[in-house]
């Protein structure tokens, strides 16, 4: 597949935003407490990296089970790294387990939706 790396484009974005969104560009953190629209949020991100990244690998040959269980691991071991450099190397963030909770929620949904649309795609 000529150019087939340009799949991998959105992909790579979304990595990029999000380690921008969790590190430099984030705001200090305000007062302390439970944010449904913050976990949300982050369940989303972490959604939106998984399936870009399935359907990168889906779209160049280069998907099975095996990448499958790759790109979950990736993503939910990156949502992890973010909480963790949060915590070590931003003094005005710290490590949440309900947002790696969130992170990895959105990694398991995206993985999810994948499955669903390949059936889906697979009866048409």
Partial sequence: MKHSHWWFTPAIAVTI?????????AAP?????FSYMDKIEHAFAYLVLTLSFLFAFHKTGNFNKK?????????GSYGMLMELLQHYFFEY???EWYDA???VTGTA???????????????M
């Fill in 17 to 25: 935003g999000i380690f921008a969104l969790s590190t430099f560009l």
């Fill in 101 to 103: 909770i969130a992170n």
């Fill in 29 to 33: 953190a305000g007062v302390e407490g």
């Fill in 67 to 75: 990448v499958a269980f790759m790109v979950f691991f990736a993503s």
């Fill in 109 to 123: 949904a995206g993985f999810l939706l994948f499955g669903i649309w390949q059936k889906v795609s697979s009866r």
């Fill in 93 to 95: 963030r710290h490590f």
